[in-house]
C-alpha cells in the first residue's frame, strides 16, 4: 500500500526549532522527488520546499528560504523538513507530497504536479 505519513508535528515558541519527517512506503522512494507543502487556516496551499530524488537539488519558498533545510535518506524511505527560526506565519498544517513522473520544475508549487500525499501533520507557534 503506498503511503506517505508525516510526523514531528506540535506546538512551539517563536523563534523556535521543529524536524518534520515523511516516512514513506509501498514505492521505490528513490525514484522520485518529494516535497513539502503547507496550508494555513483560510489560505491556499504553500509549496514550502521540494527534494530530487538523489538528494542533488533542493527547491525553496521565498519565505523559508534559510530557515528551513529539505534533506532525506533512502534508506529508511524518509524525508525531514527542518524547520528554524520559526514565527506566528509558520502554523500551519504540513504535508508531503511524492512528485509525478512527468513532474516539471517550473510547476514545483502546483499541487497537480504531485500524485500522493500523506495525511499532515499540525505545526503550531504561539508563545
Known amino acids: 500500500q503506498l503511503q506517505l505519513v508525516e510526523s514531528g508535528g506540535g506546538l512551539v515558541q517563536p523563534g523556535g526549532s521543529l524536524r518534520l519527517s515523511c516516512t514513506t512506503s509501498g514505492f521505490p522512494m528513490h525514484y522520485y522527488g518529494i516535497a513539502w507543502f503547507r496550508q494555513a487556516p483560510g489560505k491556499e496551499p504553500e509549496g514550502v520546499s521540494w527534494i530530487e530524488s538523489s538528494s542533488a537539488t533542493t527547491i525553496y519558498a521565498d519565505s523559508v528560504k534559510g530557515r528551513f533545510t529539505i534533506s532525506r535518506d533512502n534508506a529508511k524511505r524518509t524525508v525531514y523538513l527542518q524547520m528554524n527560526s520559526l514565527t506566528p506565519e509558520d502554523t500551519a498544517n504540513y504535508y508531503c507530497?511524492?512528485?509525478?513522473?512527468?513532474?516539471?520544475?517550473?510547476?514545483?508549487?502546483?499541487?497537480?504536479?504531485?500524485?500522493?500525499w500523506g495525511q499532515g501533520t499540525q505545526v503550531t507557534v504561539s508563545s
Open positions: 507530497a511524492r512528485g509525478r513522473a512527468a513532474w516539471r520544475r517550473e510547476r514545483w508549487t502546483l499541487m497537480s504536479e504531485y500524485d500522493y
